[in-house]
């Protein structure tokens, strides 16, 4: 019964999200429903199905538009064709984009070698994913961020997308007392929100927009934790992985697009599954498979090492080596681990 209470209240939150999402466009001058071949019906099934942005049709395969509106491959082709022109998915030049790198901000750990794993800091404009089994230090990690990251820049707020009720003020307050902070000014500039279910979870990341533009928010970090948990939860043997990735691939790119539009950081947590097939070396494996893998700029493992550490381990980064570094969480702040 609790279930169900809990599962009834998202149910509104497509409806409320393909507002949002028209109110959005409008900026753009340009909707899903003006493409070409969606007419009322086609434009209320590809909003139900998640295709309720043009970007996210222009970044769909035509199989999945087929999939979701019941029109023809050739008509999918042009709507995203269309959807691409409309969005200016357009060329920067190199030092554009070199301009673009210097605007970064690195938040730092404390920790120096943490530090240089990641090439000075967790940065912006990017998604950092961190994965590992329970108790590997996850969530830690992001409660350390928020308040790093709002030492870093006095202005800035964090967001908190909290869907396993594992955000703890008196965590940040610790970890704000460690780096010579006030506990509460700290703690207003954190805004969390609990997410119940994936739906839910994909709305809030797309209500950050608001957060930016209507309250003037200088949003520099968006924690997801977790990422994974409620897709996992939801999508488990009903023969819907298809339908699972397709959400969380969505998902992956409102984050990326924030990231991308706003300069801001992305953290982001990802269990492991044990992997069966995998009999040699370490038989686990994030949830997520390639999508969350090819979204995430950084990835780092995370698993408990000796006397009670903690082991971070970049992998699959752009520019940086991987390596990997390891560290104490403590009361106050992460210590350097000297083994
Ligand atoms: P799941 O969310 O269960 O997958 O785990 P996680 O990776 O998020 O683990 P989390 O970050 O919650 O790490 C838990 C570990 O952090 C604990 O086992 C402790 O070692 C450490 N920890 C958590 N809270 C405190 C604290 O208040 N003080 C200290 N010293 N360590 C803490
Ligand atoms: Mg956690």
Redesign the pocket.
């Known amino acids: 019964m609790k279930q169900e209470a809990i599962l009834m209240e998202p149910e509104k939150a497509p409806k409320k999200e393909a507002k949002t999402t028209k109110k959005e466009s409008k900026q753009k001058d340009i909707t899903v429903a003006d493409l070409p071949g969606v007419g009322p019906a086609t434009a209320e099934k590809l909003m139900l199905a998640g295709f309720d942005t043009v970007m996210a049709v222009a970044v769909a395969t035509p199989g999945e538009l087929v999939e979701a509106s019941g029109v023809s491959e050739s008509v999918s082709r042009k709507m995203i064709h269309a959807a691409r022109e409309a969005l200016d998915m357009g060329f920067f030049s190199g030092d554009e984009l070199m301009a673009k790198r210097d605007k970064v901000i690195k938040i730092t750990t404390g920790v120096d070698s943490f530090n240089e794993l990641m090439g000075g800091g967790f940065e912006t404009g990017a998604i950092t994913e ?1 994965f ?12 350390l961020l928020a308040v790093r990251v709002l030492k870093q820049c006095p202005e800035g707020s964090v967001v908190y997308i909290d869907t ?1 009720n ?1 955000f ?1 003020p ?2 940040i307050a ?1 970890f704000a007392k460690g780096a010579d902070v006030d506990p509460q000014e700290i703690l207003k500039r954190i805004k969390v929100a609990r997410a119940y279910n994936s739906d839910h979870q994909m709305l809030l990341a797309e209500k950050v927009t608001d957060l930016i533009n209507n309250q003037g928010l200088d949003v520099k970090l968006v924690i997801v ?2 990422l994974t948990a409620h897709f996992r939860a939801e999508f488990i043997g009903r023969g819907t992985l298809a339908e699972r990735q397709q959400k969380l691939n969505k998902h992956m790119h409102v984050l990326s697009k924030l990231a991308d539009m706003h300069n801001l950081a992305i953290f982001v ?1 990802n ?1 492991v599954s044990a992997d069966p097939a995998q009999f040699f070396g370490d038989p686990t494996k994030p949830i997520g498979g390639n999508i969350v893998a090819h979204a995430s700029t950084f990835r780092i493992y ?1 698993r408990k090492g000796k006397k ?1 550490c ?1 082991v971070a381990k970049l992998i699959d980064s752009p520019n940086l080596p991987d390596n990997e570094c390891a560290f ?4 106050e702040k992460f210590e350097e681990f000297k083994g």
């Open positions: 961190a590992g089994e329970f108790g590997s230090g996850k969530t830690q990690v992001g409660h396993e594992t703890r008196e965590r610790q934790d977790s947590t269990q995370l009670g903690r104490f969480v403590r009361e």
